[in-house]
């Protein structure tokens, strides 16, 4: 028995096409059998909104991100196909390059609305209080750890008695491959030797042997993968972990308090670039390859290999971050005080119930 779409079926086929349909012309096609075909498919259709959220009157927000990490490109979709202009949002896009500390501080005191960035990055500074909420996971996948290979390094628990390279000592890949190494049964704090050097010199370095692995993400950790014919030993889709989420929405606490609905329609313009991001890969990184001045067809097979459909919302996100919490604990990253569903709870927030 045919039904007539819902609103729901109408902002999916929304996010995918990247194109505001009129109600009638939805009905119009469900009544000659239904929406096209690669609407309708559960691959794409995957992700519930909720009701669309107009806001009444244009309203302008500051988003902070991460320019040049191919992980944002759902920012950069969202502004270019219209997604924000949508919901009556006026974006005004933060290329932020401080510390994470600063970051979710201006978050916090307003200078700042929301920001897009790495769970693993952020959970920590967020165990000291700041008011800013995470309401949406955006993607899995984009850190990778790589090492040559003439090394013989091929698993997480070849690592033991090596040194790995980082950008820093509080980088989320480094809390990621200290999570893996834990569960392979290596000591990420004493059996392995964690070295910085800047980003573009971590495949210098392995290849002087100054390490013997090194951990990075996309793009750059690709493009070095690629170029120097390195093995890719684990990334942050491995096993367990491929359907949790790695980058987070993090919104200001007094805008989903006193404005939920401009909150809810952030969250609604974001996820629906990237469901369009996920359905359209070589298109998205000819939108974002201005921005991290790689190949766009290089992007494209970085996209491909990320889930960007997959954005946890409400309880199935409040889950992931709780189990990245009791992780960063059993590496001593979190305190062991923490409670980690009272925290979780806290720093997590549901803007479409």
Known sequence: MFRLPTRRTFLRAAAVTGTLLPAGVVAQRGLGGGLPTDLLDPAICRASFGEPVVLPEKRALKLTWNATAICTVGVAVAQEKGYFQRHNLEVELINFGGS????????????????????????????????????????????????????????IADLKGKAIGVTDLAAPDRN?????????????????????????????????????????????????????????????????????????????GTLIRQEKPVAAALVQSLLEAQEWVAVNPDAAAEIFAPHAKAPVDKLAAMLKSHTHHHTPLAADLRSQIAAYGEELKQVAVFKQSTDIQKYAARVTADVLS
């Open 176 to 252: 990621f491959f200290s999570i893996m190494l834990h569960q392979a049964g290596v000591d990420p704090n004493k059996e392995v030797e964690w070295k910085v050097f800047p980003g573009d010199i971590l495949p210098v370095a392995l290849k002087k042997g100054e390490v013997q692995a090194f951990c990075q993400g996309d793009p750059l950790g690709w493009l070095a993968r690629e170029r120097d014919g390195l093995t890719e030993v684990a990334n942050n889709l491995s096993g367990e972990f491929a359907h949790r989420t790695c980058c987070v929405l993090g919104v200001r």
């Open 100 to 155: 994470t500390d600063q970051l979710l501080e201006a978050i916090a005191t307003a200078k700042a609305d929301a920001g897009v960035g790495m769970a693993l990055r952020w959970l920590k500074p967020l165990e000291g209080g700041f008011d800013v909420k995470i309401a949406a996971g955006i993607h899995g996948g984009c850190m990778r750890l790589f090492a040559t290979p003439a090394s013989g390094i091929t698993k």
